[in-house]
């Protein structure tokens, strides 16, 4: 029995306190919590006191920041990565480092992407929108000085204008089908 533990475990082995108590809570219904403390070399009563210990408090903030950051990512569509993620959390007034939106963003499998700087095909779309809002907007335009509704307006003409990749069909024609 101690064998097959060890094979499973050896990663575990290896590892912080939390992921082999963890290993042990989730194999109690295949081996005995004695038998795995031992192979693991924990204590039986260190793997009680970690199941009735509540949640540490940089658990619980890394729960809740974790929260804040999903949302943001999401109402971003998905596009903004950890930098922008950050710069929007200190706007809201939130004190916290970039590398632990970094750390908490990979935790939480957010996928990202971003484009290669020397790759222009990559980002094409973008560039081709930036040059159609400098249109209405030239470049250095303090938007606070339009109303929101002008602000409005531009994407609804934005997209009520035929393009040709999409066979000389508006955005919303498109999407309408």
């Given at each position: 029995m101690e064998r097959d533990i060890s094979k499973k475990g050896l990663a575990h082995l290896r590892s912080s306190l939390?992921?082999?108590?963890?290993?042990?809570?989730?194999?109690?219904?295949?081996?005995?919590?004695?038998?795995?403390?031992?192979?693991?070399?924990?204590?039986?009563?260190?793997?009680?006191?970690?199941?009735?210990?509540?949640?540490?408090?940089?658990?619980?903030?890394?729960?809740?920041?974790?929260?804040?950051?999903?949302?943001?990512?999401?109402?971003?569509?998905g596009t903004y990565g950890a930098p922008r993620i950050?710069?929007?959390?200190?706007?809201?007034?939130?004190?916290?480092?970039?590398?632990?939106?970094?750390?908490?963003?990979?935790?939480?499998?957010?996928?990202?992407?971003?484009?290669?700087?020397?790759?222009?095909?990559?980002?094409?779309?973008?560039?081709?929108t930036n040059g159609l809002l400098r249109q209405y907007f030239p470049k250095g335009t303090d938007l606070s000085a339009h109303s929101a509704e002008t602000i409005a307006a531009v994407p609804a003409t934005l997209n009520a204008r035929p393009q040709k990749a999409l066979g000389w069909k508006s955005p919303a024609e498109a999407l309408d089908q």
């Amino acid at each position: 029995m101690e064998r097959d533990i060890s094979k499973k475990g050896l990663a575990h082995l290896r590892s912080s306190l939390p992921m082999k108590f963890g290993f042990d809570d989730e194999h109690r219904a295949v081996w005995p919590v004695r038998v795995m403390c031992a192979a693991l070399g924990l204590s039986a009563s260190g793997h009680c006191a970690w199941r009735a210990r509540p949640e540490s408090l940089r658990a619980q903030a890394n729960r809740a920041l974790t929260d804040d950051i999903r949302l943001i990512h999401a109402e971003s569509s998905g596009t903004y990565g950890a930098p922008r993620i950050h710069a929007v959390l200190r706007g809201h007034g939130r004190r916290v480092g970039r590398s632990r939106i970094e750390r908490l963003m990979r935790r939480a499998g957010t996928q990202i992407y971003f484009c290669d700087p020397q790759s222009p095909w990559q980002h094409g779309t973008n560039e081709n929108t930036n040059g159609l809002l400098r249109q209405y907007f030239p470049k250095g335009t303090d938007l606070s000085a339009h109303s929101a509704e002008t602000i409005a307006a531009v994407p609804a003409t934005l997209n009520a204008r035929p393009q040709k990749a999409l066979g000389w069909k508006s955005p919303a024609e498109a999407l309408d089908q």
